[in-house]
């Protein structure tokens, strides 16, 4: 059976048509002359089912011009690797093991895309030279209303505007994020849209758990942003401004030995904290002083 087209390869598709100057004006000329010859039809149920076939056609035009549009101006997450110079990792992205995700989320007044990420080692610029794998994730950012962001509107380089982090379910949100994976980030704006990339850590030893990546308008991540449940899932607190994305990662590629070592190396803690158990905690607190 043949593999659905996902749709970084429709937009592909799309980019390869060669598409001439006049092609609109061609099928608007086209529509117009098909309904002319529609009026000279004998029958009116005929003329009647005709032109729900033209306005079918005429939507579909539109529609076809929009998704032309939308992958002329929406960088894939190798041509936003491109745009920081960083062919290594635009290569990677470009693979078989690039995981694409392109999924987006409404965040007060704008929308956010995690375009898709990828492991490995060697596979980027930044750490051509470290042996350890890492974990390159692309997030965009644009007005939900059309509007284009610019450096007077939004500053793309502020950690106030959106920290990007993983988190993993089970373990503490302060405990595992982009600051305790080593993490960088770099962004920049385009064609009225703000683009990050995020380089961790490979999260992918976290495979055998729910990971999940974070976007929201705050700092480090702690309780105040995230709760955590009985079963260890993590959710983003009511009153936080941001959106989680659940990683379709690989449980196979689980490697919990690695992650006993990072938290032995970082110290962190790894018991998870439930809003009842928080609450007991400060309420014994309470009590003492």
């Not at 010859?37 to 079918?56: D, G, H, P, Y």
């Not at 502020?158 to 302060?174: D, W």
């Not at 495979?207 to 976007?215: F, I, K």
Request: with cysteine; glycine share 4%.
């Amino acid at each position: 059976m043949r593999e659905p087209v996902s749709r970084e390869e429709y937009r592909r598709a799309f980019d390869t048509i060669p598409f001439s100057d006049d092609f609109e004006t061609r099928t608007q000329a086209m529509l117009r002359c098909r309904l002319q010859n529609l009026e000279k039809e004998e029958s009116q149920m005929t003329v009647r089912k005709s032109r729900k076939w033209i306005l079918a056609a005429a939507v579909a035009v539109a529609l076809l011009a929009l998704s032309v549009s939308a992958a002329v101006l929406w960088l894939t997450p190798a041509q936003v690797a491109e745009e920081i110079q960083d062919p290594l990792l635009a290569q990677a992205f470009a693979g078989e093991d690039a995981i694409l995700v392109n999924e987006s989320a409404q965040v007060d007044m704008y929308t956010v895309t995690l375009g898709g990420l990828v492991s490995g080692a060697g596979i980027s610029d930044w750490c051509s030279d470290v042996e350890e794998s890492r974990t390159y994730a692309v997030v965009s950012v644009a007005r939900t209303d059309g509007m284009p962001l610019t450096k007077d509107n939004y500053d793309v380089t502020s950690n106030g505007m959106f920290t990007i982090t993983p988190l993993v379910a089970g373990y503490p949100p302060q405990s595992v994020n982009i600051f305790s994976l080593d993490g960088n980030r770099v962004s920049f704006l385009q064609d009225g849209r703000a683009y990050y990339v995020m380089d961790t850590k490979d999260i992918q030893i976290f495979a055998d758990h729910t990971v999940y990546m974070a976007v929201y308008q705050g700092f480090v991540p702690s309780y105040r942003q995230f709760s955590a449940a009985e079963d260890g899932t993590l959710t983003m607190r009511d009153d936080v401004v941001g959106c989680m994305f659940t990683l379709p990662l690989d449980p196979a590629l689980a490697d919990p030995e690695a992650v006993q070592n990072f938290f032995e190396q970082t110290g962190m803690n790894q018991t998870l904290l439930t809003d009842a158990e928080l609450a007991a905690l400060e309420q014994e607190s309470l009590e003492e002083t």
